[in-house]
């Protein structure tokens, strides 16, 4: 979808900003994420990870962190990388789904993996990130560079009722968004409702729904969710977001290959990183909520999981019957699935 021809005019010269920082880059690329300036992930990028860059890249590139919607819309963000009204972005995979149904395929796998280090490891080593560049060059051909991707939480579904296996979605009112989620939920018997995410405190309380599709145990503790519904599901049972690192073709063509190097080193190594972080954050929550006689946190055995999991690669398959790039998606999601057992 093309930009917006103010924004264009009033932000393109955002790609290089040639300023002197504290990190000494020749460069400073302006980044847009898909987080709130308040929230965990972006302020931990800011504090361990962003002055790391320009040594990691002798010296050639920094990185200025943007929040969600700060200068584009969170869907427009490749156009603008393109543009050279972004340096780039570090945003979720699955706002572009309406574009191609690869993007949902690879923006989160609904029920697929275990666990966010599988999908760093799908992305970094097991052929995703190459499947994701092929999709952005059927996309915006010659436009984007895929530096790497990645997850780093799994949400953990709310419920004011126990869900202790597959059998407890059937008839479960849950807020999910539409797409792939949806559509999985439907298959194992629960009903969705498309509830924005500010609604989520108040649909719960009021009944609307039994349980709901929300964000990771810190964020859905945050909100407040838990005062509501006691009976949270961790480790999750479905969405892991994965996003996206990308800069445009034209500012990677430009860097060394020192530089290609260490911008890619520096996303996986505070992937990494980040992912760990907030498992502690998770597991700290986790472990006062379990002392606690009013909530009672479900974990679900590995037997539920693998029958979720098979419901939900119907669903799959149907998404990727939908385009010649979202079948070549999830084929390459399954032969790394097989390959670590999670599939037979």
Known sequence: ????????????????????????????????????????????????????????????????LTPIKSIVPRGETPEAVAAGVLGGDLTSIAYFSGRNPAFAILGDLIAGYDSPAQVQEFCRSGGGAEVLQELWDATLPGMIKVIGCGAVSKEALVSKVPVRGVDDLKGLKIRSPEGLAATVFKAAGASPANIPFSEVFTSLEKGVVDAADASAYVNNDKNGFHQIAKYP???????????????????????????????????????????????????????????DPQIEVIDWPQAERDRFRAIAVEAWQDTAAKSPEAEAALAAHLAFMKSKGLLD
């Open 1 to 64: 979808m093309p930009l917006k021809r103010n924004v264009v005019a009033r932000l393109s010269a955002a790609l290089f900003v040639l300023v002197s920082t504290e990190v000494s880059a020749d460069v400073t690329l302006m980044v847009q994420t898909s987080t709130q300036s308040g929230g965990y992930s972006f302020q931990y990028l800011n504090e361990h990870w962003v002055p790391k860059l320009a040594e990691m890249t002798g010296g050639e590139v920094a990185v200025e």
């Open 233 to 291: 599901l961790y480790p999750g049972i479905h969405s892991m977001a994965v996003h996206q690192f990308t800069v445009s073709e034209s500012t990677w063509a430009a860097l060394s290959p020192k530089a290609r190097e260490g911008m890619t080193a520096w996303y996986y190594d505070a992937y990494a990183d980040l992912l760990q972080a907030l498992d502690e954050q998770d597991k700290a929550l986790v472990a006062r909520d379990m002392a």
